[in-house]
């Protein structure tokens, strides 16, 4: 089974290649002749759109330079980064492009400074809908350490496609300053993240053997409770996050890489929050290299968007049993790649724009389910880790961040530590 998966990744790999026009080393290293490239961070690719306050999706960038603050959940010796233009309509040309260690905000650390080449070349054009890794550069990573990303963008790109909700501050400047160790040139700040999906690392005491597929990362999937809407920006309190500090600390140090989608749903496309779970996973998940489980949290959006309460457009209303369903097709889709993959019970929504008697038995019986089905290889209970004794349908106040729906630092917290790390 492991070969066939190789040379299944292996013939993938080499076609994407040519459907890009570039040599198969752009993209990732599949067999065991190379290095082992493990993913560490990342986040999941979103159309252009602005649905609550204003971003840079929509106009993109025109002689900018774009600078991104990531923080890394495992270490290695050598770097690359992944770029996309999944949902440009054009193509986005890099005209060049470095990694650093973080000093401070938009501020890098001297001599940490590397240009990053896409196939020995400075520059890249990536083809409207196209991904691509960069090479290898030779910056040594820390775990929970922080990487700055720094994209020259000479011409006009078009509608940019980006991450929404980064709960993370990314800097831009007129003018090329991919080289700068200052931070004075980048005058204007967004919260989100723009063509930037991923960051790899090879080599270092996770790495095993030589040219070894060490796989024990962990993806965690999901919608805006993944991807920690109510937490603190920039300071790293989402739970996947929270869950990989929490292995470090127990001796079980792995990455844990976080695709969720802020107002993703299962099985309804949405012009805001992303491709449906069902199309995604795929793209986001079974890319990632390195992965042993994934984590699936996603379901509350399919029940509470088709009401008229919520602040976003409505969806069709979704029944427990079609949800059930998307999460059987997620389950396939993750063991066909040799995952293992745990489900996660729906949070708590009583007190939210979300909540109604008719969608809390769809939360309960889709709830039941997780628990008591044996679908999933294992179950982690955030619904029972963060409810409130006194009344189970809703969040504890203190791990609300004050909507009633979303947890704050202390329930992700809380979240993390509800994750059997054996089970991992």
């Given at each position: 089974?492991?070969?066939?998966?190789?040379?299944?990744?292996?013939?993938?790999?080499?076609?994407?290649?040519?459907?890009?026009?570039?040599?198969?080393?752009?993209?990732?290293?599949?067999?065991?002749?190379?290095?082992?490239?493990?993913?560490?961070?990342?986040?999941?690719?979103?159309?252009?759109?602005?649905?609550?306050?204003?971003?840079?999706?929509?106009?993109?960038?025109?002689?900018?330079?774009?600078?991104?603050?990531?923080?890394?959940?495992?270490?290695?010796?050598?770097?690359?980064?992944?770029?996309?233009?999944?949902?440009?309509?054009?193509?986005?040309?890099?005209?060049?492009?470095?990694?650093?260690?973080?000093?401070?905000?938009?501020?890098?650390?001297?001599?940490?400074?590397?240009?990053?080449?896409?196939?020995?070349?400075?520059?890249?054009?990536?083809?409207?809908?196209?991904?691509?890794?960069?090479?290898?550069?030779?910056?040594?990573?820390?775990?929970?350490?922080?990487?700055?990303?720094?994209?020259?963008?000479?011409?006009?790109?078009?509608?940019?496609?980006?991450?929404?909700?980064?709960?993370?501050?990314?800097?831009?400047?007129?003018?090329?300053?991919?080289?700068?160790?200052?931070?004075?040139?980048?005058?204007?700040?967004?919260?989100?993240?723009?063509?930037?999906?991923?960051?790899?690392?090879?080599?270092?005491?996770?790495?095993?053997?030589?040219?070894?597929?060490?796989?024990?990362?962990?993806?965690?999937?999901?919608?805006?409770?993944?991807?920690?809407?109510?937490?603190?920006?920039?300071?790293?309190?989402?739970?996947?996050?929270?869950?990989?500090?929490?292995?470090?600390?127990?001796?079980?140090?792995?990455?844990?890489?976080?695709?969720?989608?802020?107002?993703?749903?299962?099985?309804?496309?949405?012009?805001?929050?992303?491709?449906?779970?069902?199309?995604?996973?795929?793209?986001?998940?079974?890319?990632?290299?390195?992965?042993?489980?994934?984590?699936?949290?996603?379901?509350?959006?399919?029940?509470?968007?088709?009401?008229?309460?919520?602040?976003?457009?409505?969806?069709?209303?979704?029944?427990?049993?079609?949800?059930?369903?998307?999460?059987?097709?997620?389950?396939?889709?993750?063991?066909?790649?040799?995952?293992?993959?745990?489900?996660?019970?729906?949070?708590?929504?009583?007190?939210?724009?979300?909540?109604?008697?008719?969608?809390?038995?769809?939360?309960?019986?889709?709830?039941?389910?997780i628990r008591t089905s044996g679908a999933y290889d294992a179950v982690v209970d955030f619904d029972?880790?963060?409810?409130?004794?006194?009344?189970?349908?809703?969040?504890?106040?203190?791990?609300?961040?004050g909507d009633a729906l979303h947890p704050n630092d202390a329930g992700y917290t809380a979240m993390?530590?509800?994750?059997?790390?054996?089970?991992?």
């Amino acid at each position: 089974m492991h070969t066939t998966h190789t040379l299944r990744r292996a013939t993938t790999a080499l076609l994407t290649a040519a459907a890009l026009g570039l040599a198969p080393a752009a993209l990732a290293d599949t067999g065991h002749q190379g290095p082992s490239w493990r993913a560490t961070w990342a986040a999941s690719p979103q159309q252009p759109t602005a649905p609550f306050e204003p971003n840079w999706s929509q106009q993109g960038f025109d002689n900018h330079t774009l600078r991104q603050v990531v923080r890394v959940t495992t270490g290695g010796t050598r770097t690359r980064i992944e770029l996309t233009n999944r949902y440009g309509s054009t193509p986005l040309r890099i005209t060049g492009a470095t990694v650093a260690r973080t000093e401070k905000g938009s501020a890098v650390r001297p001599g940490s400074v590397r240009p990053l080449r896409f196939d020995g070349r400075p520059s890249v054009t990536i083809p409207a809908g196209g991904t691509l890794r960069s090479d290898a550069a030779d910056l040594p990573v820390e775990a929970f350490g922080s990487v700055t990303v720094t994209l020259y963008l000479a011409g006009e790109t078009g509608p940019a496609t980006f991450h929404h909700f980064s709960s993370a501050t990314s800097y831009r400047a007129d003018g090329d300053h991919r080289a700068d160790l200052s931070g004075t040139a980048f005058r204007e700040s967004s919260a989100s993240w723009y063509y930037l999906s991923g960051v790899e690392v090879t080599g270092g005491r996770d790495s095993g053997s030589p040219g070894s597929a060490r796989r024990n990362g962990v993806v965690t999937f999901g919608d805006s409770i993944t991807d920690g809407v109510g937490s603190t920006a920039n300071t790293d309190h989402r739970y996947p996050d929270e869950l990989a500090e929490r292995l470090a600390a127990a001796g079980r140090a792995r990455a844990v890489v976080n695709h969720g989608i802020a107002g993703n749903q299962v099985v309804n496309d949405t012009s805001w929050a992303g491709e449906k779970a069902l199309k995604r996973f795929r793209q986001d998940v079974l890319t990632e290299p390195g992965v042993r489980t994934v984590i699936i949290l996603e379901g509350i959006n399919d029940i509470g968007g088709s009401g008229t309460d919520a602040p976003m457009p409505p969806t069709p209303e979704v029944s427990a049993d079609r949800l059930i369903a998307g999460h059987r097709a997620l389950i396939r889709e993750a063991r066909s790649r040799g995952l293992k993959v745990i489900g996660a019970t729906l949070t708590p929504i009583k007190g939210s724009f979300y909540y109604s008697p008719a969608n809390e038995a769809k939360r309960d019986a889709v709830n039941e389910w997780i628990r008591t089905s044996g679908a999933y290889d294992a179950v982690v209970d955030f619904d029972r880790a963060v409810a409130d004794p006194a009344d189970p349908d809703r969040m504890l106040r203190a791990y609300d961040s004050g909507d009633a729906l979303h947890p704050n630092d202390a329930g992700y917290t809380a979240m993390a530590g509800a994750v059997d790390l054996d089970e991992l």
